[in-house]
């Protein structure tokens, strides 16, 4: 039985191989600029530069694609609280994730001879392994609660532009956040970035 299966799938990425015109794999990197939003305004937000770093692969057939994505990445934003005193300047600070981010795209291309332009969207889910952020008691507990307790995964939708042109691919990208990241039973918060990066094909 083990044999049969081993040689289905065998079979399966031989065959999808075949037919895909397009298969590549790469590395990138890039910057992202991240907002941290709340739909009651707890707190305002300003965006922060952070990073990403990893492979991506593409699959493609005539003009389309898939591309998984696989990177780490740090993601941040300055925090105000919304205090009615002076002391809200005084917490100002700096939310910090660092995440396993996983995108996986669908795409279309766009033959401007050496040039290939493309339009993308799909899904992204980002594992966090690591969360740094100022906030514990010298705020209400209230605040405390919603500013330090996040969920270790969440998700968004990816819309993006980019060009190739030999080895090298540059993306513009707009991350979506969905749902709320926070545990907190009180006002929700999403992650929005911008993204642009660098990849270059291996293969």
């Known amino acids: 039985m083990k044999k049969t299966i081993i040689t289905v799938l065998t079979l399966l990425c031989a065959s999808s191989i075949t037919v895909a015109q397009e298969l590549k794999l790469g590395i990138k990197a890039g910057l992202n600029f991240s907002e941290l939003k709340s739909n009651d305004k707890w707190f305002n937000s300003d965006s922060k530069a952070g990073y990403q770093a990893g492979i991506w692969g593409r699959v493609g057939v005539a003009s389309f694609f898939v591309q998984p994505e696989a990177y780490f990445t740090s993601k941040s934003a ?4 919304d205090l009615d005193n002076a002391a809200g300047e005084l917490l100002k600070g700096d939310i910090k994730f660092t995440n396993i981010d996983v995108p996986i795209l669908i795409g279309k291309k766009f033959n401007f001879g050496l040039v290939n332009a493309r339009l993308q969207a799909g899904p992204l889910f980002s594992f966090v392994i690591n969360e740094n952020n100022p906030y514990g008691k010298s705020i209400n507990q209230a605040k405390n609660e919603a500013l330090t307790n996040y969920k270790k995964q969440f998700s968004s939708l990816v819309f993006g532009t980019g060009i190739d042109v030999l080895m090298l691919s540059v993306d513009l990208r707009y991350e979506l956040g969905l749902g709320n990241i926070s545990k ?9 970035l911008w993204t642009v990066s660098v990849g270059y094909s291996i293969f």
């Open 78 to 81: 300055t925090i105000h609280p």
């Open 184 to 192: 907190y039973d009180g006002p929700k918060q999403k992650l929005n």
